[in-house]
């Protein structure tokens, strides 16, 4: 009972302090100028900046960033005619605009076990939902939804489709949108056992597989496939190496970004893109990192900002003062419920510790039994801290009194 009075305490008493003393901490918003070649800084609801740190007001931010605020320039009349000798056309503007976001809890999330193949050129204005969905294991199975079976005529062809483009079963990952909210339907990117990389879609109700040529070694560990306007490529793909590439459309090459810094597994993607550049936004946990690129994918220019994280904050020091350890179910950087175990940096909370430790001590040779036989209730709270010092008192040893 008092192991899990313990875990219980852990889990809540911490989820019930940061609820009452955190405070939200404002990322700033960056972006790329066009017209200023640097980047622009919202921090605030009224702090706009360049990232030299020079003060501008909202109307002068906004007529940095012309792509990002068109509509707006458009419609107070300070819409520029042309950008860099580029000539402003809002078809152009809105096919180029593009935006994706990948969240650290995506990429450590559960993946789902069926998909919905469209037919990429039924002749409809829309996309229908197709009647079945596939999975692949040893094979691949089309499954009606309606009754459950197995689709053995339309399995068999797919999965002799993969097999004869060098598909080594099971599949390690499926990518693709599995949505009618796109305008067209380009299947889905699959990397199978060996770690090779393949598209699979439906043509006319026939399998169209593509074996697409990798740098021997290169292991892709996440596939986020976009659907934008310009059809200029497939999707961002994250290397175990923490490396950025896009896969190009039709032609399927890959593409390495100028991108370093990114960890999927502790930081946040932002990438804008626009007729004149991409800007790429990496948020860590203490810092974030801007990188901005041409249209053709080459560096232009960079800019980092550090940021205290929560346990820098006052709030987060008197925590690391208390707590020895916060316990949770849930975690900001996963999709997954199981236990996550942040230790207090410091060892500030030893202190607290052993305060406890002695009013225990204290209480004990007070009621003048033997410290001998509550040794586990001492070891508890030397070693748990306040969790401990609750425990033992909300199921106290009786044994030997």
């Not at 997954?336 to 607290?352: A, D, E, Q």
Request: aromatic content about 14%; some cysteine; proline content about 5%.
């Amino acid at each position: 009972m008092i192991f899990i009075a313990v875990i219980t305490l852990a889990i809540f008493i911490p989820k019930l302090y940061w609820t009452v003393f955190e405070k939200p901490i404002r990322k700033p918003i960056m972006h790329y100028s066009c017209i200023s070649k640097q980047f622009m800084i919202n921090s605030g609801e009224k702090e706009w900046t360049d990232a030299k740190g020079n003060q501008c007001s909202r109307d002068e931010y906004e007529r940095m960033l012309p792509m990002m605020f068109f509509k707006q320039l458009l419609a107070s009349g300070t819409l520029p005619d042309s950008i860099n000798g580029t000539a402003l056309d809002m078809r152009a503007v809105s096919k180029e605009k593009s935006f994706f976001r990948l969240k650290v809890n995506e990429v450590d999330a559960p993946a789902p076990q069926l998909y919905p193949l469209f037919e990429s050129r039924s002749g409809r204005a829309q996309l229908e939902l197709p009647q079945d969905f596939f999975r692949i294991t040893w094979r691949v199975d089309f499954i009606d939804a309606s009754t459950n079976q197995i689709l053995e005529e339309k399995s068999q062809m797919f999965s002799a489709a993969l097999f004869h483009n060098g598909f080594v079963f099971p599949a390690k990952l499926i990518s693709g949108l599995p949505t009618q909210r796109k305008s067209c339907d380009e299947g889905y990117l699959i990397v199978d056992s060996k770690d090779q990389l393949f598209h699979l879609k439906m043509i006319k109700g026939k399998p169209f597989v593509k074996k697409i040529d990798i740098p021997e070694g290169l292991i892709f560990r996440y596939i986020g496939c976009v659907d934008f306007k310009n059809k200029n490529f497939y999707a961002y793909l994250v290397s175990g190496k923490n490396e950025i590439y896009i896969l190009t459309q039709d032609d399927y090459k890959l593409i390495k970004w100028p991108v370093e810094g990114y960890d999927p597994a502790t930081c946040d993607l932002k990438i804008y893109g626009d007729l004149f550049n991409y800007t790429v936004i990496i948020e860590a946990e203490d810092h974030i990192k801007a990188i901005a690129l041409t249209p053709d994918y080459q560096l232009v220019d960079t800019f980092t900002e550090s940021r205290k994280t929560k346990e820098q904050l006052q709030e987060g020091k008197i925590f690391a003062s208390i707590f020895p350890a916060q316990l949770s179910m849930n975690s900001e950087n996963s999709k997954f419920i199981r236990f996550y175990l942040t230790p207090s940096k410091g060892m500030n909370w030893l202190l607290v510790n052993l305060l406890l430790l002695v009013i225990q001590v204290t209480w004990l040779y007070m009621r003048k039994v033997r410290l001998k036989n509550h040794w586990v209730d001492m070891a508890v709270v030397a070693v748990c801290g306040i969790y401990g010092f609750i425990a033992i008192y909300l199921f106290p040893n009786k044994f030997f009194d």
